[in-house]
Every structure is written in structure tokens, then in C-alpha cells.
């Protein structure tokens, strides 16, 4: 695994320059003559090594550290839990009271740390923290200096996607270290995923694989878990003519020849997840015998609705598409003819699909139902629980408040060849009564 | 109680607890019933009956759901074993989280079932560790935690009782919110899967499956996906992932809609966490067709429009079929003769004297006397040892008719279902409505039908009717038996003309040219019309191959089997014995319409309160009704904004004159203290019901929101 560690050095050096001055002075003497950096912020994108790179080190030079994930942390008390449990242990944590606030912890921090000073530095690093934004107004300035705060050797490493910029709240805070961990070059991932070779092949034999496999994904994917997973699944089909004896472990034209097309079509299937890793595996064993026996997710869009969710949602789409004022244009009979050009107003020029959805009130979605609807309809209450069940399904979107009960708005949140499905299974002619395709 | 005061639609008495006892639902059965000397047993016919029904049913749904669930369990199974072995690849891949996506169709009602068999039948035979949630529950990641950890953990109080003392513990733990991390069910895992380990070490050398099972996974099953927050669900995956190498962790997604809802719902960065299977389930018409299949004929238009517009739910539809049975023998005092047959002959030799009147009563029995002789006609109406001879020759005829019923009732659905166009109906219960409503064979659609059957290939044809021999062979009445042999001679036959091969192919050249060589040289053009028209016919009926005549003979036979036993069941006398008809009451019972019952309400309060002085002619209001009644038939008559004062007044003069003040004394139509608050309150409740709303156009004034009479 040390394959991260040396293709990053650069990084890996700041880090431990960083690092390491904690270390440096608690070895010299018992106590530390000044304390490390109070904050540091690192950031970089999806699988850039952060906190890879970040637990190695500070595995392999034992320091005393917490990782605490962000995502994790639905409340700031199980986050101050899990940082007094990795420092102090058990009793310590118990010794939070029930929803505790950030004095609190502080409190409790610094009586524990009195009773067992620092030798070394102690870390705390926060995974994601881009979610701390959305916490508590206060916890991100306090993290960012709370060395001072618990008067203690410690140190918050803060990882995240996005840049500080975003994070510095209005009334200005501790600027901490920043420190960017870039993108690995096409050069990197390949070393890096060279390393991992099965230990049944040759060193060459697995990088000429890597070679190949980044020469069709690197295009579309730069992520390393991902590609490593790639890796992983189409190995085994790349190994298949070696195993056949057809092919010498050298010629890797052949072998090239062979894959390529497999990961071709991994690309618009397993990529995407249309289809499931443990189902590729499978097409891959009964490739010859069947293709395209397994369909992808998106194949199934299919939807059976009951008669009058179909006209309710084709009611409902309507209502969202079609200016208000058009309604009598298109559902009462004797309308005389009003052309386009009349009623287009400035604003109305550009197509309403491009605009999206407009949110209607219930009554006009009811209208336009019982007007769209061939036969009469008694407004009876399974008509209304229908709609709510549409909501459910997230077919249409409640866009006013839940508690507002007097006049609902909704929005019809189906696409345009959903509903063209759907009408023509009750035979209606949707486009007719669309404004934007009059 | 004063009337005057009350300004509600309805009257709340309390009863005196003394008097009212705890009705069994029996007595619920027969208050109330007609006919009520046998209403006993007629409730317990009808329980019964219904007994069966639910039976048959609940058997049908496990077979219908038996497939699915034994493909997820295989999964469950699969994945939980995958996960022990160690290889190269396993090793490298990105550690995803098994998920089945569950697409069970739009009957969201019936869901429910099928998870709790899911869960059940996992607890059995894969894993413990079993937790559902629903969306409802779980409006924020910290709720969904806490109540995946409250499932989980709780379940395995209940299990075993050993533990007892720490699950207290934990469940102490639990009640401080704080505690429910996923890190807390992890050492929860871990410590009861240790315990294991040390306590089964005996048991384990006897069973080698369980050593599969040592780490059984923990199911966590999403009953409705698209309800869930896509923000919560998010981060719960998100979280899980992280603890994936610590804790065997699987999803399933129950999705109603269609699978790609998953991608809608899931960034890229999240659903590559995932390791989705599809699992499509039975589509529900599917569904219902079997269970229909299987219940006897009673009348179900209603029932199935609401099914089919309305909601799509079995477990309602069902629930439909309960009332009509229940509608059915609670109003029909001679539905004792519903039930088996021996039973039904001994029931008519118990038929007291009011019962036989009421057979004679019966239209359908009217028109049977009706066509008998006149000596007959008054044997049957006089003498009642007769009348029951006849009855009982009666049930039995309606039993054989059902016996006949089905089985040519299905003969035609697999003639006819395969059809273009599908004339009769795709499913057996279109058809089976158009037999129940009217004589099939005089339907265009039929006809039809028979007209492309005609069209059809040989082989289409015998496979066809090996089918309906297949059915035939079922039932058990002779009548079937003699159509199954005929039938089965009839392939016979076809098969012959497979032996016999090829006759020469009758000279087909010769025969059409041959005519056209007769035309008269000269002709004006109507002759030659008519000539071709002649030849047209001529060749029609000239070509008939053996083959041609054969299948002709078998849909000739086809045909007279659907005269003989297709009729509707009002043609059969008694069929009010065994036939629930009014769906009227079915309509009015499940299909609830609250805005018109309501208005129903204020426009004739007298369907409710039941006062002979609130009776009305008309349709007009009287005087003497509740207020809000007066209020609302003041306010039909404004247009859309209402002038509050002039609408007080009305009121005033109205309720006046229920008072019975002289027209032309001064203090009639006068506005008192008593009747402006009685005014203030009528308009509020109607303000309540939704009729109408405060306006900022006019301070003085209230819109109207509705229209219409309905």
C-alpha cells in the first residue's frame, strides 16, 4: 500500500513537515515548548489520497489521532463522543451529559487532558467536512481554534472536495493551513494500480493490463476506487485466452484485441451500475451462450398505473406545461379560434418545457381532470387519496408546504415521453392539447 | 332535544352504557337483518364461505409470491456467502453493499404483505438480524438510524431470553439518542456473533449448514423507496459503506414505480456503493386475474372499475368481495341456499312458509311460472311440498348450469385470448363480465372473434383446442365429458389429415379462369359486376379444403357449447340465490365520495336527521332547518363574492319566519343579538366545510369556492 504514499511524495513531504514538528519537540523534552499548527485544511478531489495518505502517516508514526466522518455525525454530540472516546477512552465519553453543547466538551476536554497531558500532538480528523457548514453556526470556528480553546496540543485536520473559500463563514474565523492534494496524473494511476497485481501473473503481464484499462476509461473516469474496482471485475476476462493457452503472456496485441471490447461495454453497463458487479460477472461466465439477457436498470421505466392516476397525471402535466390562461382554449368547447400569436405574451415566447414545471393549485389540476376524463367522474375520496399516492411516488411534487391544507400546489415532476407513454395507453392525445406544440 | 339550537348536521346521543352491551359481531350480522329466523345460519354460511375465500386466497398470494421470494432469499444467501471467501478479486473490488431492488408495481396496499412474508421467511432461513422501515418513520437520518438500531436490536429481545440483561443494557443505551451510531451496532454485532461462536461450538460439527451462517448478514429492507429522502437516504448509504468491512450489511429497496427511480435518486458517487439486483414482482393484473379465477360468480363491475381506475390494490378488492358476500347474505333471506349442495336440498325442506313466499316473489321464479301450464302455474303457487320439489330440482339445474359454466367459460377465454385486436378481452374477466351481463354469442365482438378464428392456421388451431380438451378434462359433469370426447375426436381428425397429406391441390387455375371464359363477350358493366361478384362467392364456397371443413365443424362446435352454457345467470331461475346484484350499495359503501354526501347533507337535512318538518317537496330548503343548511341555500343563489350583510339579512328573514312571527309585525326580519351569532357561526362552519373563504377584495364580503349543484 505504500504505492499511495510514494507516488505522492511531494505532498507527503509537506505533510510530514507538518506533522513531524509536533513529534520533534515531545521527543527532545517532556514538554512541548509550543504547540503545532491548530488547523489544517485539506482538500482535493473524490479519491485523491486525502485520507489515505493522512492514516498512514499518522499509523505509521503513532501519533494519538480521532478520524471522525462528517456524514456520520447526525449530531455535534456524537461527534464530541467519538473524539473523546479515541483520546481518553470509555469513561470519558460517558462523561458527556445528553445533548451536550460545545462548552461542554471543551470542559470535559480539558479536564481529561489535565489529568493525561499530551506527550505528542493529538489529531482530530474530520472526514467530509463540508457538512460542518450545515451544523451548528459555531462548531467550525470553534474546531479551527480549538487548541486554544482546551488549552491542549491538538491539532483539527479538516479534508474536504471543495475549496476553503466556500467554508469561511461571514464573521470571519481562524484561517487554517491549506493544503491541496491535486489530481492524480494518468502516469500516477497507473503506478498506483500496478501495485496491486494478483499474485498468480507477472509484474509486466498486470501493468500492460492497466495500460489497456486506463486507455478506455481514463477518458470518462478519473476516480481510483472506481477504476480499481474496473480492474478488479475484467481481470479474469483478460486472463481468459492465457488460460486457454492461446495467447503468451507477451503478446499483448493479442490480449488487447481480446478485452477491448468487454470493456467497451463495461463502460455503458457496470460503470453506470446499470447492471450490478455480481451480475457482470455472471454475463461474462454465460457470455456465449446469451446476450443481453440481463437488461439495465433503466431498461425496466415501464410504470402500470390505475385508469384515473393515468388521467390525473396526464391532468397534472397539462396543468404544469400550459400557461393558466390557455385552459379555456383547450377545454371548453366553444372557445372560438384564438390563434397562437394573440395570446403570446413576451415572456411565453420561450417553450414552456424548457422552463420546466410550473406549480398549479389543486383545483385547476381537478378541472382539467374531469374535463380530460371521458366519462363521469364522482369526486370521491379514492380520486384524492389517488393523487396523494402519485406524491408518494414522486410522479407529481408537493411544492407547497405540507401543513398548508387550504389550496395544495403541486407540480408534475414526469417526463415528456413518460406521460406520451401513458396517454397512449388510454388513448389521448396529448400533444393536441399542448400549448407549446400547438 | 330542541332542534332550534342545533345548527350541525348531525346528533351525537350518547347511549347509556347500561343499556348497550358489547354486540358480538353475529348479533351485528343479525340486527337489523331481514328475514332474521334464519339469519343464523346464514351467517355462519357466510362466514364460511368467506372462510374459504380467504383461504383459497391467501393460499394463491404465497404461490404468486413464493417465486419472487425464494429468488431474494437465494440472493440474501448468495451474498452472505460470497462475502467469506477471500480472494484476489473480492479483495480488490470496491466493497459495495448487496442491494436488491424489489419493483413491486403501484399497489402500494398490498405491499405490506409481501414484506412481512419477505421478513419472515428471512428470519427463518437466512439471518436474525431482520429491519424494515418505512418512509414515514425515518424524516431525518438520525430517526432512520435510530429505528434500523430499534429494530435490530430489539428484535433479539424477543429471540433469546439469555440475554436479557444486556440487551437492557443496550437498550438503556438507546434511550440516550446519543448512542445510535452505527458504531454501536457494530459492537452489538460483533459481541453476538462472538457469543455464538463460543456457544455453538457442540452444536456446530452436527449441522455443517450453519457454518455458512456464521456471520448472518443484516437485512435492512426499505419498504417504499420513492418516499424516502433522497438527502437521508444518501448519507445512511453513505455511512453504511463505511462500515461494510466490519458489519455484512444488504439492502432491499422496495420501489413501485420503475427501477430507474434509483438513479434519480442516487448521485453517481452513491449509487456506485451499491451492488443492485433487480427483482421485478408479479404485475398486479396478473394478480388479480388469478384471484379471480378462483372466486365464484358473483357480479364485480363495481368492484373491478374501482380496482382498475382507482387503486390497483388486491388486499381492497378482496375486502370489496367481503362486503358483497356479507351485503349479500345479510339482505337475501334466501341466500341459505348459497352453499354446497347437500346442504342447499336440506335447506329447502326446512324453507318456512314466509321464505317459499318470497321464492315466489322472486322475478326470476315469476318468469319460470310464467312459461309453465296453467295447471302447473297453480300447483306451484298453492301447493308448498310441491314448491320445494321444484326448488330443489331448481338448485340443482343452477348448480350444473355453474358446473357448465367455467370450464366453457375458459374454452373461449384461450380460443379468443390469443386473438388480434383481442375482440373478447385480453383477460378471462373481461369476458367472464360480457357472459354475466348478456347472451355472449349475440355480442358483434363475438362474432367477430368467430370470424378470425376462422382465419387461423392449422397448427395455431389444434394447439388451441388440445388447450381447451386440457380444461375440459377437469371437470367432472357428463355433459363436459360428451363435449371432450367430441372434442378429442375432432383432433383426432386433424390429426389425420396430417397422415393423409396433400391431396392434390385442387386445380386452382382451372377453377377461377374457367368462369372467365364463360362471360358473355359482350356485357355492359353492371353484368360484369355482378358476374365477378357470383365467381367471388363461387370460389369462396368451392374452396373448401378437408382441413377448411374440418374447422369449421369444430367452431360450429365450439359455438354451440357457448349457446348451450355460456348464458348470463339471470336467464336461470334462482339465480338471486346465489347472484349479488345491487352495486349500487357496493358503490355506495366502498367508494366513498365526501364532498357529496356532504352536500347532500346541507341540501336535504332531512336524509339525515330523519324530522318529518325538514321534509321538503322541492328540494328547497324549509324554513325549520339547521342553520348552516339555511346559510348554504342563501349563498348558492350569490355569485362569487358574497356581501356578508345582505347575506345576514336573508338569513334573518328566514329563520323569522320558522319562528312563526307575523310578516307584518316590525320586529320580523329584524337582527337580534341571538341570531347574528347564530349567522356568525353557520358562516364559520361553512367556512370550516370549505365553501367559502375571507377575501382581501372587499372588506366586507367572502368569495365562494364552489360551483355547481355537485
Redesign the interface.
Known sequence: MNGYVSVMRVRVFELMMLLSAGVEETDAQSKPHQYSYPSIFIYGH?SSGKSHVLNVLLKELELPHATV?C??C??V??LF??VLLSFFGCHAASL?P???SLSDFVRIYRQQSSQSPAKQTRYIVMEKAELLRDSDANLLPALLRLQELVEDNVTVILLSEIVWDRFRPNTGCFEPLLLHFPDYSKGELQHILAQ?R???YSDEFYSAYINILLGVFYSVCRDL??L??L???N??KFCEPLAEGKVKETDTHKLWRNIEPHLKKAMQTVY??EV????WEQMQQMEEKENGAVRG??A??????????KFLLIAAYLASFNPARTDKRFFVKHHGKIKKTNFLKKNEKTSNHLLGPKPFPLDRLLAIFYSVVDSRV??????F??IS?LV????LTQVSHGDQI?APKYKCAVSMDFICGISRTVNFEIIKYLYDFL | MSTSSVSKGCFVFKPSAKKKKTLSLEDHFIHGCEGADESKTRFKLCQDLWDQIKTDNELLQDELNTKILDSLLDFTR?CSS?RQHSD??SH???S?I??A?L?L??N?PDHDMTFQSLSELLRQSVTPHVASVQ?KECR???HL?KRVLERLLGTDVTVDDDEEEETAQTSALLH????????TLCDWYTMNTKKSYSLTPGKKRSSPVKDDLQQPPIVIIFK?L??FNARVLQ?FI??CS?YIERLPLMFIFGI?????????MLP??V??L?????F?SL???QHLATVIDKLNGKVMQVLIS???????SVRSFIKGVQLALLEHFHSQPLSVLCCRKKEALLNVMQLGHRDLERIRQLPSFKRYIEKQEPQEQEHLLTDETHLKEVCRRLIKDLRKYHKHYYPTLRCLHTLTSSLPRYPLGKQIRELHLICLEKNVWENEEYQSAMKLLKMLAKDELISLLKKCAEILQHSKSKNMKSALLLLEAMLAKFKQLDTVVAEPPPPAEESITSPVKNLPKKTDLFQLQKALLEMNESRRSKKLSPFEVLRNEALQFIDSLVQSHLSPPESQTLYEVCYYSSSATVRRHL??????SIQAALNSPFYYLQNDRLKSEDGSVSNAAPDICIVYKLHLECGRLINLFDWLEAFATVVSGAEGNDPNSDSFGKVDDVKHARFIRAVSELEFLGFI?STKQKTDHVARITWGG?
Not at chain 2, 367508494?591 to 357529496?596: I, L, M, Q, S, V
Request: proline content about 5%; some cysteine; charged content about 20%.
Open positions: 473524490q466522518s456524514v456520520e447526525v449530531s454530540a456524537l463522543e467519538q458527556l445528553r445533548s451536550p496491486d494478483n499474485p498468480s476506487r472506481e480499481r474496482h480492474a478488479a471485475l481481470f479474469s453506470l451500475r450490478s458487479s455480481l451480475q436498470l433503466s425496466h421505466t415501464h410504470v402500470e398505473l390505475p385508469y384515473y392516476s364522482a369526486p370521491t375520496a379514492s380520486i387519496s389517488q399516492s408518494t411516488l414522486q410522479l387550504d | 448468495k460470497t484476489w478479486a480488490m473490488r470496491a459495495e448487496p442491494t431492488a419493483v408495481g403501484v402500494v418512509a431525518a437520518l438520525k438510524i440516550k439518542s446519543v448512542h445510535c451510531s452505527l458504531n417504499d420513492e418516499a448519507d453513505l455511512i463505511r413501485a414505480t420503475s427501477p430507474s427511480t434509483i438513479q434519480h453517481h458517487s449509487s456506485s451499491l451492488c443492485i439486483e433487480l421485478q404485475s398486479c393484473t374501482i380496482f382498475l381506475y382507482h387503486d390497483f367508494n366513498a365520495a365526501p364532498r357529496t373563504k355537485c
